[in-house]
């Protein structure tokens, strides 16, 4: 843009040279006939080279109002306008479409500083530009994006190239091997497809690939749909929450033993339009797009408020477990945020548990005994959900101690489907976890059947629909008054 301000600047000067020229003919009294030949084809020389410059210039300032200035290739004007005269000529089509972002920049910069920054994706640039020479174009859109057309025969080995590019860095006298990490949208250009459309479905693919994980992901129909379909639900969440369309439902548990209501697990609901969402339709969506811990600590909020309405209210509650997502352990001030809940309802601690999933359990394990140790000095529970998912069940029992372990539901499944392997696996872990100190809790119960051999394996709690399904705050105030089974 600034190269662009200049030769204009410098356009404005010659027109002011022909002036002075013209004006000077007149001075002179050329326009007169009253002067020598040899000033008069001067002055014709002066004016033709000037109007040449004039030519050149506005030339080279087109060029240049093309050129990215930090790594010389074709900026986004020049790789849309590109892409718009193949797609005119109808020779896009031999063409695959590729939006590409380099993935490590930011930590680039921050490691090396911006100078190296630059020059790593200056050189990047030049290295795909040269690749591409007679296979395809590229245009920096900015950033550390760039769009890319690659004809169709070389796409494969392009994307193995992309894949392969490693540079050296200098720093601090050391020779640095670094391999540029990308992640790729790519989209298979066909006739039919509108030309505007090319680049969103190439950015939809690149936004799935960063959301999800994989560094190339190819364009598909049904993937703009999902898209879509997670933006709406992201632009209805910020509705629904300051709407209060979020409300926890109370889903019993029961004790083994006296069939006594002995707590509760506080499930979100989504109520929009008179229409009751279950999780599964949002939660993931929200654990993907980094949302999920607003919603976590809202429906937090809201159970310590049922939690203190019952209490006020004279009826004494049982212990309510909430969820977590992982995304939680990020937060240093997690645990105080709970405890500054809880403390804002003046609660016992006694009455809350806090579930977390086995995998977040294992993700980083300094965190969690950090986090456990806070909330523990507050009388706070801890419960490990859906425990036997992952692949380090027992090493996590070894290492961490929890309140409560929380069987997964598919365990009983395949128990009381037939699979002695699940029988021998459920016992074992409740009497591990007994010998532990630590209760266990099966979710998912439906049948009697199921019932009797927890029963019989010695574990402490039951929650399932067998008993209740999660219910509404007045359904739930209900059985806290009518506890026992
Ligand atoms: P979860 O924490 O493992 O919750 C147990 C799920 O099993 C609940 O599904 C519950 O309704 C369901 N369930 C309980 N008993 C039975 C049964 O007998 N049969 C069957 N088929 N299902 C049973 P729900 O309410 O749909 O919740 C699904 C998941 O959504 C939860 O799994 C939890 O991971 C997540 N979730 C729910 N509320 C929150 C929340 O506030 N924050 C976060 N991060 N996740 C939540
Ligand atoms: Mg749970
Ligand atoms: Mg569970």
Known sequence: ???????????????????????????????????????????????????????????????ISKIDSLTGIGNVDWIMAKGGKMHFQKKLSQYTAIFLNMKESKYLNEKFGNAMGDKIIHDYAQNLQSYLNKKGYIGRMGGDNFYIYIKNEYLDEFLEYLRNITFTIECDDDLIEHKVKVRCGIVRVTNDIEYRE?????????????????????????????????????????????????????????????????????????????????????????????????????????????????????????????????????????????????????????YIEVELTESSCMEDFQLLKQFSDKIKNAGIKLAIDDFGTGYSSLSMLHE????????????????????????VFIQDVISMVDDLEESTICEGVETKEQLEFLKDAGCNMIQGYYFDKPLPKDEFEKRLKKPQY
């Open 400 to 423: 961490f101690d929890a309140d409560v372990v929380k069987l997964d539901k598919s365990f009983l499944d395949s128990a009381t489907a037939g699979s002695k392997r699940s029988q």
């Open 1 to 63: 843009m600034k190269k662009n301000h200049k030769s204009l600047n410098f356009i404005f000067l010659e027109i002011c040279i022909i002036f002075m020229y013209l004006f000077s003919f007149y001075e002179t009294g050329m326009f007169q006939g009253s002067v020598s030949p040899f000033v008069y084809i001067f002055e014709v020389i002066m004016t033709v080279l000037t109007i040449t410059s004039i030519v050149i210039c506005v030339k080279t300032s087109n060029k």
């Open 198 to 350: 090319i680049m969103n479905h190439a950015s939809t693919a690149l936004a799935i690939a960063k959301e999800t994980g994989p560094d190339f992901v190819e364009y598909d129909e049904s993937m703009q749909k999902e898209f879509l379909a997670e933006k709406q639900i992201l632009a209805d969440f910020k509705i629904g929450l300051a709407n209060n369309e979020f409300v926890p439902y109370y889903q019993p548990k029961v004790d083994s033993k006296t069939s006594q209501l002995c707590g509760a697990e506080a499930l979100v609901r989504w109520i929009k339009d008179e229409t009751i969402i279950s999780p599964g339709a949002f939660v993931p969506v929200l654990e993907k797009n980094n949302r999920i811990t607003k919603l976590d600590f809202y429906i937090f909020d809201q159970m310590c408020k049922d939690l203190r309405t019952w209490i006020d209210a004279g009826i004494e509650p049982v212990r309510i477990s909430s969820n977590f997502s992982k995304q939680n352990l990020k937060n240093e001030h997690f645990a105080e945020e709970i405890i500054s809940i809880m403390k804002k309802y003046s609660l016992d601690g006694r």
